[in-house]
């Protein structure tokens, strides 16, 4: 449950064994170290079709997340849980993670809610968490950057893929080697994050790259020229990038 002045994201699949639980936790832990006043819950549509869920949640999703440096002992061992009106209710953004999928349930179950669900394309698949994880810091780039819910896509129309983010954040990448000897570092810079999410996002490039960096006077600095590699990888989490330098 939100504490008092947070707001509240609910994420939803079939099961809440898999796809939902691994956005959970996956958000909580980026919105706790970029002190965001965001909490996130998950919910299944349709608990009794996960006839072959075993345990309390995926044991291939808990691995995925301890392999990023994610713990979370109490959300992990809770069970799957039915959605209810209730949490619809109370949610300020809501997200199905496959719209082919879960909007026929929304129909059928809860149709007075449909139009207030953000629909994500990630199927049930061994790939899932991979896109979960690009489209969870998406999500935390658009809340930063105003809060914007994405559009709900026509049942009746084909869907779009890889539909462009609204109002991305934007990051500027240079190169620097004055003064450094000859050992270059790659700068990201201009981002609008408190020292938590810089440090959070260098976290994730130095692991993306294979090298080391620092956070320095408000910018990122990562090891060699990482220029190619550090644009395509904020590009999947969501970033508009420009290049600055030569």
């Known amino acids: 449950m939100a504490k008092r002045g947070e707001k509240s994201v609910l994420f939803l699949c079939t099961g809440n064994y898999y796809r939902s639980r691994f956005a959970e936790i996956l958000f909580n832990s980026v919105a706790g170290k970029m002190r965001l006043p965001w909490k996130a819950s998950s919910k299944g549509l349709a608990l009794e079709r996960g006839v072959n869920n075993i345990g309390s949640m995926a044991v291939s999703a808990v691995k995925a997340l301890e392999a990023i440096g994610v713990r979370a ?21 809501i ?15 809860f149709p007075a809610w449909v139009e207030k669900v953000e629909f994500w394309q990630v199927d049930d698949a061994p790939d899932a968490l991979a896109l979960i994880e690009q489209e969870v810091m998406r999500l935390v780039a658009r809340i ?16 779009a893929d890889n539909e462009p983010t609204k109002k991305p954040l934007t990051a500027k990448v240079g190169r620097e080697t004055a003064g ?10 201009d981002l609008p994050l408190d020292e938590t999410g ?31 590699r550090i644009v395509a990888e904020l590009e999947k989490l969501g970033y508009k990038v420009k290049r600055v330098g030569g």
């Open 180 to 189: 450094r000897r000859g050992k270059g570092v790659t700068t990201v810079f």
């Open 73 to 93: 002992a109490d959300a992990v061992a809770r069970f799957p849980i039915q959605a209810t009106g209730d949490d619809f209710a109370v949610a300020d953004w």
């Open 144 to 159: 930063m950057g105003g809060g914007e819910r994405q559009e709900v896509p026509d049942a009746h129309e084909p869907l």
């Open 198 to 228: 810089l440090r959070e996002l260098a976290a994730t490039l130095k692991q993306r790259c294979g090298t080391g960096g620092t956070v320095k006077d408000g910018r990122i600095e990562i090891q060699g020229d990482q220029r190619e």
């Open 95 to 109: 997200v199905a993670l496959k719209q082919a999928e879960h909007l026929p349930l929304l129909q059928e179950r």
